[in-house]
T-cell receptor, first 116, second 109 residues
Framework: GAVVSQHPSRVICKSGTSVKIECRSL??????MFWYRQFPKQSLMLMAT?????????EQGVEKDKFLINHASLTLSTLTVTSAHPEDSSFYIC????????????FGPGTRLTVL | KQEVTQIPAALSVPEGENLVLNCSFT??????LQWFRQDPGKGLTSLLL?????REQTSGRLNASLDKSSGRSTLYIAASQPGDSATYLC????????FGKGTRLHILP
């Protein structure tokens, strides 16, 4: 099946720094990718929809200036957590739509962000 | 390595029927299990989250159960409606989140 990669898998950073997470579709092109976040003991929640060549669509309550999304190509979307704070520590996971008759969604392995 | 399987891959039922979707996982050492709904071309919508210490969760017409010892979870949908048509995914979480491939549900009017 289709493969989605994320890099890095884990990152630890100091408060106030910015962190970039990459999401790549390795063997297919994806015009649409999604970014999710899961806090401990909570559900995985959709943060934003990333569309190639256009601005991302953010879910209610997600700050677009804090979570910068760039979908510059059909195989790469990036999420940058700007001026990260400890409350941004979470598990971030991306997915990509593979098109086709079912437009199946394939998930990356996730990135665990810890902000000190 | 955790593996999550959902059966059946697709299901069509007449409106009004109760139905059960199945999810199995190979490693019982999970933190939680989640059920999601996916509409065509859209991101996931979280339906129910069952912590590892819980056995079931209910939300409206939805009830999800968790049996860690047998590595199984079920999603029960009561009185199905055409609007329930979607793909339903389960995901088991330990250090990572592993998704099943989903069950495509079609409710016939």
């Amino acid at each position: 099946g289709a493969v989605v990669s994320q890099h890095p898998s884990r990152v630890i950073c100091k408060s106030g720094t910015s962190v970039k997470i990459e999401c790549r579709s390795l063997d297919f092109q994806a015009t649409t990718m999604f970014w999710y976040r899961q806090f401990p003991k909570q559900s995985l929640m959709l943060m934003a929809t990333s569309n190639e060549g256009s601005k991302a669509t953010y879910e209610q309550g997600v700050e677009k200036d804090k979570f910068l999304i760039n979908h510059a190509s059909l195989t790469l979307s990036t999420l940058t957590v700007t001026s990260a704070h400890p409350e941004d520590s979470s598990f971030y996971i991306c997915s990509a739509l593979a098109g086709g008759p079912y437009n199946e969604q394939f998930f990356g392995p996730g990135t665990r962000l810890t902000v000190l | 390595k955790q593996e999550v399987t959902q059966i059946p891959a697709a299901l069509s039922v007449p409106e009004g029927e109760n139905l059960v979707l199945n999810c199995s996982f190979t490693d019982s050492a999970i933190y939680n299990l989640q059920w999601f709904r996916q509409d065509p071309g859209k991101g996931l919508t979280s339906l129910l989250l069952i912590q590892s210490s819980q056995r079931e969760q209910t939300s409206g017409r939805l009830n999800a159960s968790l049996d860690k010892s047998s590595g199984r979870s079920t999603l029960y949908i009561a009185a199905s409606q055409p609007g329930d048509s979607a793909t339903y995914l389960c995901a088991a979480a330990d250090d990572k989140i592993i998704f099943g491939k989903g069950t495509r549900l079609h409710i016939l009017p």
